[in-house]
């Protein structure tokens, strides 16, 4: 495995001595040049996972491993530096993750200058070549960011991840602000890069037709745990966890012509807040087959096959 976690918790203090649990206990497992695809409503803890993961966040307990080495619960400083090289992040937002006052040669070339072994001519050369491979113009390097559409903009946030020449990315959302009609080239660039560059990816969504046209593997949070993991077109196709196959029930359909034709069946009732978690099914108050037990124990992970589980009272 190239990147995994074992019960991985983060927890935000709030005031009156709540507690959010955003992740409660994940364990999952990335290999080498896979992508896994993460989905879930807003709010169910895939970005606060994924900053977790590689140190963007503080771990409140639980392990995270690169390679095999467990990484700091608190990266410091010198963490960062160190571990940016192999461990990188898309943002959701084109828009918001851009400093608008850095040059797009300054936003592209800062990994490279921060690790202070390269001349400017160098990180100008390296950036020029990035713009190129991400299809933007090099000559536009001293513009900044608010000169760029949206597209453009994930492309520049693309060529400041990819720079560095990273072994694993988390794409958080990446497309999810785009136009539709640019959504499938930053797809279609992501998915090349990880082709030529070997990456391995954490790829967070909530769209669950582009998770499973990207992904090897697919696994569903809900409010701060993971209720299924499998192959992805197992999960898609063939979805065990009642709250799986309501998202995908709900999920729109891609073909205009065939979307007029389906039944959607809505999610009851909307994510709560995981605060003060008690014991039980989370999804228990949403759930159409939920049973007097999922009220009072929580389900354990049910194996359904080598690579499909599920954590359900239905299946144990
Ligand atoms: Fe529904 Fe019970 Fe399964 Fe939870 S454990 S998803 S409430 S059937």
């Known amino acids: 495995m190239l990147v995994r976690t074992e019960q991985l918790r983060k927890y935000f203090t709030l005031g009156r001595g709540q507690t959010l649990h955003a992740v409660d206990g994940v364990s999952l497992q990335i290999s080498e040049n896979e992508i896994l695809g993460l989905v879930g409503e807003s709010g169910s803890g895939k970005s606060t996972f994924g900053k977790a993961l590689i140190g963007l966040h503080e771990r409140t307990s639980g392990e995270a491993f690169y390679n095999d080495e467990l990484l700091p619960t608190r990266f410091s400083a010198e963490d960062h530096l160190n571990y940016s090289r192999n461990l990188q992040m898309i943002f959701q937002d084109p828009y918001s993750s851009l400093n608008p006052r850095m040059t797009i040669l300054e936003i592209v070339g800062e990994g490279l200058r921060i690790q202070g072994k390269y001349r400017k001519s160098d990180i100008k050369d390296q950036v020029a070549d990035w713009l190129n491979k991400v299809g933007l113009n090099a000559d536009h390097m001293s513009r900044y960011p608010h000169e760029f559409s949206g597209g453009q903009r994930q492309r520049i946030g693309i060529a400041r991840a990819m720079i560095i020449g ?3 990315v988390v794409c958080d959302e990446p497309i999810s602000a785009l136009d539709v009609s640019v959504q499938a080239q930053v797809i279609n660039l992501l ?10 990816l954490l790829f967070i969504a909530h769209d669950l037709s582009m998770v499973r046209y990207v992904s090897d593997r697919m696994a569903v949070m809900y409010l701060g745990t993971v209720i299924e993991t499998g192959p992805a077109n197992d999960v898609f196709f063939e979805p065990k966890h009642p709250y799986t196959q309501l998202l995908i029930e709900s999920n729109p359909e891609p073909d205009p012509r065939l979307e007029k034709t389906r039944d959607h069946i809505p999610i009851k009732g909307e994510i709560t807040s995981p605060v003060n978690i008690e014991a039980g099914c989370r999804f228990a108050d949403r759930c159409p087959k939920t049973m007097e037990e999922c009220k009072t124990v929580t389900p354990a992970t049910t194996s359904l ?12």
């Open 305 to 316: 096959t080598d690579s499909h589980s599920v954590s359900c009272h239905l299946y144990q």
């Open 191 to 200: 998915e090349d890069l990880k082709q030529s560059m070997g990456l391995t």
């Open 166 to 168: 990273p072994k694993f």
